[in-house]
């Protein structure tokens, strides 16, 4: 079987809005590698975008779900509940930033936790109206993509978005937009558009992902969490991206000095199978009434016990301190680039969570046709490469923290030629 024949038949049997990075069918994969249909290996930096953190298949995880397997596959937690779902809970409550108490509820996907986020706000604050910024991603449901701050592929022809939703600028020092321009906005937002009164959270994420890697200023989460504790606003930390352990922390807002008030979580949460969370104050989270929350498939035996698995390979494994040790690595192979390609025009991300962005040379100005031939160069030397940001001029790299040191070595290698090679055709 050949990846050109799949293609083929994908073509026919496949929506073209289902958009794909790569023609490689998978057959199958093992922590930071994969083999496709026709036997060829590919070092994966994508990671299923930010899903496998502790890589593909960990031997941990698949023995809790086999084991699960033998046990139960589904009974609807809402019907017949079951005490690993309590257990996950009561350690994400544990791990959650903010000294408070906490409870969770489980769902299946990132959008859907924000979904449930904004729901919970709303039954606890009796507002409405919710703030996101330019840039983000917040999923692809009609909530999600109405929070999202970027119109292509996410709004493009899906018609009007949900009412009460505003966005303010991200800010982007090295697109010339500060943090007093993007609190400027925001005050402007409350005296021409929305009152304070009537808004129940602000969304943000502690770096950006799908915009493109951009960590929150300081004083800007500092001025939020100031602002939200002036108008009886809720915080909501999107962690779909950057939770456990992916920079450097087991979440990102602990890079910060406040906690959110609710906080969103999935991807890698369990490892590989389909399960999100929110976790936030006790009070907010009981808000809505019973049978307001939850699902059918919402908090899946199988994706709970793997979810288990992965919080104790994070722990077993160190992985926080493993994620700022490799994040260096390649911070440092990047920025030797510097002299070498006037194309990089940042090097940025905290932890593991790192990325670099391509402009013309000599300048800022987004260059997204050389971003997508470094793209294009790595895959044909065995590198699987995610491309991010408004202008589609970053690359991020999501390789499973459990990554095999030689292997890392290998693609930091593929990396740093596939820069160069671009950078020399480019002139």
Not at 64 to 90: G, I, M, R, W
Not at 197 to 224: C, D, N, W
Not at 281 to 291: S, W
Request: hydrophobic fraction near 40%.
């Amino acid at each position: 079987m050949k990846n050109s024949e799949i293609a083929v038949r994908k073509n026919d049997a496949i929506s073209r809005g289902v958009g794909m990075t790569t023609q490689i069918y998978a057959e199958k994969a093992e922590n930071s590698e994969i083999w496709d249909v026709e036997g060829n290996r590919y070092i994966d930096f994508a990671g299923g975008i930010a899903v496998l953190n502790t890589g593909h298949r960990h031997p941990k995880v698949i023995d809790a779900v086999k084991k699960q397997l033998d046990s139960f596959t589904h009974t609807c937690h809402q019907v017949v509940p079951y005490e690993n779902y309590v257990y996950l809970a009561e350690r994400l409550n544990k791990l959650v930033p903010g000294d408070f108490k906490k409870k969770t509820i489980f769902a299946t996907t990132g959008a859907e936790a924000v979904e449930n986020a904004v729901k919970i706000a709303r039954a606890a604050t009796g507002r409405s109206a919710v703030i996101a910024f330019t840039g983000a991603f917040h999923g692809r449901t009609f909530m999600g993509m109405t929070l999202t701050g970027k119109v292509v592929p996410y709004k493009v022809g899906f018609g009007q978005m949900m009412g009460d939703v505003f966005h303010v600028p991200f800010p982007l020092e090295l697109h010339g937009i500060s943090v007093e321009e993007s609190l400027d906005v925001l005050d402007k937002l409350f005296k021409a558009d929305v009152d304070p009164a009537r808004v129940a959270a602000i969304i943000i994420e502690p770096v950006q992902g799908e915009g493109g890697f951009y960590p929150v200023p300081r004083t800007l989460m500092k001025a939020l969490r100031d602002i939200c504790d002036q108008h009886g606003i809720l915080l909501i930390a999107d962690e779909v991206q950057t939770g456990f352990a992916r920079t450097g922390k087991m979440f990102g807002m602990e890079h910060y000095d406040v906690a959110a008030d609710l906080v969103t979580m999935a991807k890698s949460l369990a490892g590989g199978f389909p399960l999100s969370a929110v976790t936030g104050r006790a009070e907010l989270m009981d808000a809505p009434g019973p049978g307001g929350l939850g699902g059918t498939y919402a908090g899946n035996p199988l994706a709970i016990a793997a979810a288990n698995a992965v919080l104790d390979v994070i722990e077993e494994e160190d992985l926080i301190n493993r994620a700022n040790q490799l994040g260096g690595r390649l911070r440092q192979r990047l920025e030797a680039l510097r002299a070498d390609v006037p194309e990089i025009s940042d090097i940025r991300g905290p932890g593991f969570m790192m990325a670099v962005e391509f402009g013309e040379p000599g300048s800022t100005k987004p260059n997204a046709e050389f971003t997508n031939n470094v793209r294009l160069k790595a895959l044909e030397k065995g590198l699987i490469l995610l491309t991010c940001g408004v202008y589609g001029n970053v690359v991020r790299f999501l390789a499973p923290i459990t990554i095999q040191d030689d292997v890392f070595n290998e693609a930091l290698d593929i990396i740093e030629q596939s820069i160069k090679e671009c950078s020399a055709e480019a002139k």
